[in-house]
């Protein structure tokens, strides 16, 4: 099946930093990719839809300005967290839309996910 | 608004046990699809199905098998015969069309703790 990576795996920075996460689609073109987030014992919550091209559309409440997303080939988001603090240690988890099958069988690809610790 | 409801957190259950896991969702929209993922303590999502509104028939996988009921709106997950591997977080999702940005809502979760 279709592969998504992400990068780094775990990342820990200080307070005040800025950390940037790579979401690849290794096999195939996502014009269309999801950024989640989920907290301890917690469910998903998708924070953005990144589209290549065009400019990532963000849910109520998330911060377009501290969560830059740039989607700038057909094969990688990235997601970068400005000025960073220990609210935002988070596990976060990018999805890929791979439309090379049309209608029902169209489907999404999840990256293995990004540990985030801001101490 | 679409929803996604696991009204049960936490189950336990001893190996070999069956077990069903439910998943409740609303929506509005007349197609629509519907999965499960299972996530072990890696994090990383694991796909088990895709539904697609237009078709009811159960399914079965080996030891797991899918309960979809559009009547109840509910899609339910059961695993026979339980394992201590099957222990993670399970979630239900409903797919947005992709005309209205196709994210998946997801339900909160259901962790399965099988004791050998």
């Known amino acids: 099946g279709a592969v998504v990576s992400q990068h780094p795996s775990r990342v820990i920075c200080k307070s005040g930093t800025s950390v940037k996460i790579e979401c690849r689609s290794l096999?195939?073109?996502?014009?269309?990719m999801f950024w989640y987030r989920q907290f301890p014992k917690q469910s998903l919550m998708l924070m953005a839809t990144?589209?290549?091209?065009?400019?990532?559309?963000?849910e109520q409440g998330v911060e377009k300005d501290k969560f830059l997303i740039n989607h700038a080939s057909l094969t990688l988001s990235t997601l970068t967290v400005t000025s960073a603090h220990p609210e935002d240690s988070s596990f976060y988890i990018c999805?890929?839309?791979?439309?090379?099958?049309?209608?029902?069988?169209?489907?999404?690809?999840f990256g293995p996910g990004t540990r985030l610790l801001v101490l | 608004a679409q929803k996604v409801t696991q009204a049960q957190t936490e189950i336990s259950v001893v190996e070999k046990e069956d077990v069903t896991l439910d998943c409740v969702y609303e929506t509005r929209d007349t197609t629509y699809y519907l999965f499960w993922y299972k996530q072990p303590p890696s994090g990383e999502l694991v796909f088990l199905i895709r539904?697609?509104?237009?078709?009811?028939q159960n399914e079965i996988s080996g030891r797991y098998s899918w309960n979809f009921q559009k009547s109840t709106s509910s899609f339910n997950f059961t695993i026979t015969a339980s394992q201590v591997v099957d222990s993670a977080v399970y979630f239900c999702?409903?797919?947005?069309?992709?005309?209205?940005?196709?994210?998946?809502?997801f339900g909160q979760g259901t962790e399965l703790s099988v004791k050998p």
């Open positions: 999702a409903l797919r947005v069309p992709y005309n209205q940005g196709g994210k998946l809502i």
């Open positions: 990144s589209n290549e091209g065009s400019k990532a559309t963000y």
């Open positions: 096999d195939f073109q996502a014009t269309t």
């Open positions: 539904r697609n509104s237009f078709d009811e």
């Open positions: 999805s890929a839309r791979d439309s090379r099958l049309a209608g029902y069988q169209e489907t999404q690809y």
